[in-house]
């Protein structure tokens, strides 16, 4: 390739290495990004050009090579995968797993976003992030233009570019990077001059060019969870310097004021992520990420923190017996464990002893056995209540959701219960789930001729009888 990979110019059509780019997907600060296709290994990339800026500086370039190679060791369902990092005539670009979804700023744009699909996409960041901390390596960047969620409902944490690995402090003072520019949804366009699409999501200490830790990561993550659940950002101005002040001093609106009927526990956790010293937040993104495992549990079963005593009571036994080690089997060995102990407490052993005790097993290997199958059931009745959704049909341990035009709160949801439904079964299989769109009309009969439909939509052609049935 002549002239090496230069900015100005597309490179659409060209071929950089063994990666042949095919179209332009974004230009941000930190370069222009491109869809492509790996030819060796036939399978689709992004394709981030590096601006000629980011690594002009021989220290700075040889850094960030250490730190992308860092980055491209992490390896979390929640991450976008680095593949390569290579150089083309004095430019470097970056080989990253193409995502094919919607940016959660899109999203919320087209307020496709509930809740508890607000909260699912928090936690499932928060796990990454729990990775890349583990690793030492920090983000620099979260945003809702910086994580995708795809087809099938899984948010993936976009662009390590800004990363920088967790190393002890040199006596010679680093100058700050300059905050990178990026595209802003209000604006639609780069400023120059300006970084508002990443001030905006800025911690206290990275406006004030302070020493960062994964915290800063927690407070950025918090603003991305308070701009799904209420639509709008925590801290504005306008100006950068206005912006940057609220960050630093103002205490941003409750998220129950903006929406009156958002979870006080939601507000909770939002307001501990936007604590302004970061010893008042979460310590790590593992606890954040149990805390939002817990709301998210609160969500699906209805549970609140408001409610009366007896009733928080049966929740909080509900998340105990959640915990107990090797899970459901656990508790099974558990509750064989004290049916064995109270046989051997009786006094004078004998057959007729163990009668109820049998009973009391078999009673507990019969719901056992028929848990699958009321999950599923109860799986039915919550997608259901989707408007989009026709049919749902379980075929042994598949499930195939069939809707007219399915939103991503539609698979988040559909992915969040089924991953809930294989975390409590004793034993089996797991059970899969697609979601089908577009069906025509004969192989919508087709699939309803199957055994295994549980619930179908009264409009819904085929001629089987409207509801539910098993």
């Known amino acids: 390739m002549e002239g090496g990979p230069s900015l100005s110019t597309s490179l659409v059509g060209r071929v950089l290495k063994h990666y042949k780019v095919e179209s332009l997907l974004g230009r941000g600060g930190m370069g222009v990004v491109y869809k492509a296709v790996d030819v060796r290994l036939q399978r689709p990339v992004a394709l981030k050009v590096l601006a000629p800026n980011v690594v002009a ?43 094919d ?12 976003l509930d809740v508890l699909g607000a909260v699912e996409i928090a936690r499932q960041v928060a796990e990454g992030l729990t ?43 680093e100058t700050p990077d300059v905050p990178d520019r990026t595209l802003t949804r209000d604006h639609g366009r780069t400023m120059p001059g300006a970084v508002l699409g990443t ?75 936007l604590r302004k010293k970061p010893e008042d937040r979460y310590p790590d993104a593992r606890t954040l990420a149990a ?10 079963t209805g549970a609140r923190r408001s409610l009366p005593a007896g009733e928080r009571l049966k929740a909080w036994g509900e998340r105990v017996l959640a915990s107990i080690p090797f899970g459901n089997k656990g508790l099974i060995l558990a509750l064989v464990a004290v049916a064995v102990t109270v046989v051997l407490l009786i006094a004078r052993i004998n057959w007729g002893s163990l009668i109820g005790p049998a009973v009391i097993a078999l009673l507990v290997y019969r719901s056992a056995r028929n848990r699958k199958r009321q999950m599923l059931a109860k799986f039915a009745q919550k997608m259901a209540k989707f408007p989009d959704v026709r049919a749902v049909i379980v075929k042994e ?21 089924i991953e809930g439904i294989n975390k409590r079964l004793y034993f089996g299989k797991h059970v899969t789930a697609e979601v089908r769109s577009g069906l025509a009309d004969d192989e919508f009969r087709r699939l309803l001729s199957q055994t295994g439909v549980v619930y179908l939509r009264d409009e819904a052609p085929g001629g089987a009888a409207p509801g539910h049935r098993e």
């Open 397 to 417: 341990d598949k499930v195939t959701v069939v809707a007219d035009a399915p939103p991503a709160s539609l698979y988040l949801r559909t992915t969040s219960l």
């Open 57 to 99: 500086n021989p220290d700075r370039r040889t850094r960030f090579l250490r730190e992308a190679q860092a980055a491209a060791a992490l390896n979390h369902p929640a991450i976008a995968q680095v593949y390569d990092i290579d150089e083309a005539d004095g430019g470097i670009f970056i080989a990253m797993e193409y995502v």
């Open 101 to 112: 979804g919607k940016t959660v700023s899109r999203l919320i744009a087209d307020g496709e």
């Open 291 to 300: 805390e939002l495992k817990r709301l998210e549990q609160d969500l699906e």
């Open 131 to 173: 990775k890349a901390h583990e690793a030492g390596i920090l983000h620099r960047d979260i945003k809702s233009d910086n994580i995708m969620v795809t087809r099938d409902g899984h948010a993936k944490l976009l662009d390590f570019g800004l990363a920088k690995l967790l190393e002890p402090a040199t006596n010679a003072p």
């Open 199 to 273: 001030i905006s999501y800025m911690s206290p200490e990275q406006a004030r060019g302070r020493d960062l830790d994964p915290r800063s990561d927690i407070f950025s993550l918090g603003i991305v969870l308070y701009e799904m659940a209420t639509g709008e950002l925590p801290f504005k101005g306008e100006t950068p310097i206005d912006t940057m002040h609220a960050i630093t001093y103002e205490e941003a609106r409750p998220v129950t004021v903006i929406r009156r009927n958002l979870p006080p526990h939601l507000h909770h956790i939002i307001a501990r992520c």
